[in-house]
DNA sequence: AAAATATTACCGTTATAACAGCAAAATGAA
DNA sequence: TTCATTTTGCTGTTATAACGGTAATATTTT
């Protein structure tokens, strides 16, 4: 799990935001992007989704079960 | 966010378990499978990142700035 | 059908994440 | 180096998720 923080740091550097830019963008307060960016995994499903979609990164999940993958942050 | 809900359910079903069970096995209460399956988004990452190891369902991030995806509820 | 099991729903209590504010390091620019 | 910005860390307060208990539906089994 600090592999996500790393991703949503480097996105987050790549747009050119600052923690507190990219919490305001989010709707979080700042201290999300930071616990999130450290690895902390006591944060909410709905906070991290905010985020991940204020940077353009999309979340799948996949299993033996089912046949390819499956986004789970878009619309519909 | 209902879509991640229903591919869980579905994982439990298949693999037998009540939410209780499934609850029991991941180390969270029976409140949070619930919640979870019916698509609520205010649960703690913590909380899903236990019932999806407990399913073996991967968890992967991937967006432009990314060659591929990247797994991120695995060890290491 | 009835009985048993499972799911959904609601409710206090408790635990804890979210938050803003501030200060101290750290980083980067002039 | 100095100055400005950013990040990290801490600290109360507030908001709310997690929890177990219980009850009402719903589903499955016999």
């Given at each position: 799990?600090?592999?996500?923080?790393?991703?949503?740091?480097?996105?987050?550097?790549?747009?050119?935001?600052?923690?507190?830019?990219?919490?305001?963008?989010?709707?979080?307060?700042?201290?999300?992007?930071?616990?999130?960016?450290?690895?902390?995994?006591?944060?909410?499903?709905?906070?991290?989704?905010?985020?991940?979609k204020?940077?353009?990164?999309?979340?799948?999940?996949?299993?033996?079960?089912?046949?390819?993958?499956?986004v789970i942050n878009e619309e519909s």
């Amino acid at each position: 799990m600090k592999r996500l923080g790393k991703i949503i740091r480097g996105h987050r550097k790549k747009a050119g935001l600052t923690q507190k830019e990219l919490a305001d963008l989010s709707g979080v307060g700042k201290t999300v992007i930071f616990d999130i960016e450290k690895g902390k995994e006591t944060v909410q499903l709905n906070s991290l989704m905010n985020v991940l979609k204020t940077l353009n990164i999309k979340l799948k999940v996949e299993s033996r079960l089912m046949d390819g993958e499956e986004v789970i942050n878009e619309e519909s």
